[in-house]
């Protein structure tokens, strides 16, 4: 199991999911992928979709300890995801193309940029 730290040089490089919002440092995405949507988005070994699916514009972080009995992860819906840190907010939009990979995965896409909701136009 890799180690979650991140040294403050590392700051600068963390990236936030759009599709679960979980922080990372860039190369963690890059070298493991997402720990909740890698079976849907495929960002492992993939820089340029780790681009495309993870902002390094983000709001707010949430420590998130006991997933299942946290109010906050209730709050924030990211109940059903592993330990880790989370944004509040993700500024950015993904592309179409990984919203129809999404949809294809049986995944509901919830905008992490405060939104109610996805509206195609």
Same mark, same amino acid.
């Given at each position: %199991?890799?180690?979650?730290?991140?040294?403050?040089?590392?700051?600068?490089?963390?990236?936030?999911? %759009?599709?679960?919002?979980?922080?990372?440092?860039?190369?963690?995405?890059?070298?493991?992928?997402?720990?909740?949507?890698?079976?849907?988005?495929?960002?492992?070994?993939?820089? =340029?979709?780790?681009?495309?699916?993870?902002?390094?514009?983000?709001e707010?972080?949430?420590?998130?300890?006991?997933?299942?009995s946290?109010? +906050?992860?209730?709050?924030?819906?990211?109940?059903?995801? +592993?330990?880790g %840190?989370?944004?509040?907010?993700?500024?950015?939009?993904?592309?179409?193309?990984?919203?129809?990979?999404?949809? =294809?995965?049986? +995944?509901?896409?919830?905008?992490?940029?405060?939104?109610?909701s996805?509206?195609?136009?």
């Open positions: %199991m890799s180690s979650s730290f991140v040294t403050p040089g590392q700051y600068r490089n963390l990236r936030a999911c %759009m599709v679960c919002s979980i922080v990372q440092p860039h190369s963690k995405f890059t070298k493991e992928g997402c720990p909740n949507c890698e079976e849907a988005i495929h960002l492992r070994n993939n820089p =340029d979709k780790v681009e495309d699916c993870t902002s390094p514009v983000f707010g972080l949430i420590a998130l300890w006991q997933p299942t946290s109010w +906050v992860s209730k709050w924030q819906r990211i109940d059903g995801f +592993v330990k %840190m989370y944004a509040v907010k993700v500024s950015g939009n993904l592309p179409e193309e990984i919203i129809l990979q999404l949809e =294809d995965a049986d +995944v509901y896409y919830q905008p992490r940029d405060g939104s109610d996805y509206n195609r136009e």
